[in-house]
């Protein structure tokens, strides 16, 4: 039997994830890593759903939001109890389904060979699995250049969820994570407080349930919203 020697929190943050939520636990808890415990946590984010009934019953930890906080606070919470619990690694996978477990692994395998902070999870690398829609994937080839104007390094898929942090990561983010759009800021906030990023290629899914909370009519307003938060973190790391 391999000795376990490191943890990880596998952090999913959920609102209205009811058709999906058992999925994701379950399928987490089917995967092993060699040296590596695996807990799935699940931050209920206020839903209005079954999303907390039906996480209460499985085998996952879950810390039960009293208000809605928004995907960034929802997942600063995970990352704050994972860090407060001495986990050595934190990942979060979105309560929709889009990340699979079994891809987990790439992260982890990525996070121990090129000793970096955080690890991103990206569709673009090998171009495999689900792509997204031709307006979402010029939107994140737009952020990919600000991003760069910004920190000067390329992120190609910047708006991924799925992403690994380590300790040094974890400490960054108990005090301040962005709290709207925390994918594309957060990498100018890791880049600016010195920590190393990296991308590895990963396959991901259309969401299993729920509906995305960017549609066709805002995407725009996501564009320029999002634009500015970026430019804002920036300013405030300097």
């Not at 020697?5 to 999913?12: F, M, T």
């Not at 699940?42 to 009934?53: G, I, L, M, P, R």
């Not at 690694?89 to 987990?104: L, N, S, T």
């Not at 994140?140 to 380590?166: A, H, P, Q």
Request: glycine share 6%; net charge neutral; hydrophobic share 45%.
């Amino acid at each position: 039997m391999n000795e376990i020697s490191k943890k990880l929190a596998v952090i999913i943050p959920a609102f209205n994830e009811q058709d999906s939520i058992e999925l994701v636990v379950n399928d987490i808890n089917s995967i092993t890593i060699n040296g590596l415990e695996i807990v799935a946590i699940v931050v209920n984010d206020s839903s209005k759903d079954k999303t907390a009934d039906i996480a209460a019953q499985l085998n996952c930890i879950l810390l039960d939001l009293p208000v809605n906080l928004g995907i960034g606070g929802a997942v600063q919470t995970g990352f704050k109890y994972a860090f407060n619990h001495d986990f050595d690694f934190a990942i979060q996978v979105d309560g929709d389904g889009q990340h699979p477990a079994q891809e987990i692994s790439k992260l982890y395998k990525a996070v121990l060979a090129t000793q970096s902070n955080v690890v991103i999870g990206s569709r673009f690398i090998e171009k495999a699995g689900f792509q997204s829609t031709g307006m979402r994937r010029f939107g994140i080839w737009f952020l990919r250049n600000w991003i760069k104007l910004f920190s000067g390094i390329v992120i190609f898929d910047n708006t991924s969820g799925f992403r690994l942090l380590d300790r040094q990561a974890l400490a960054l983010v108990q005090n301040y994570y962005p709290d709207e759009y925390p994918e594309p800021e957060s990498i100018i906030w890791f880049c600016k407080n010195g920590l190393r990023i990296t991308e590895t290629a990963v396959l991901m899914k259309e969401r299993q349930g729920g509906q995305s909370s960017i549609r066709a009519f805002n995407q725009l307003y996501y564009m320029i919203k999002v634009s500015l938060a970026i430019f804002y973190t920036y300013l405030r790391t300097k």
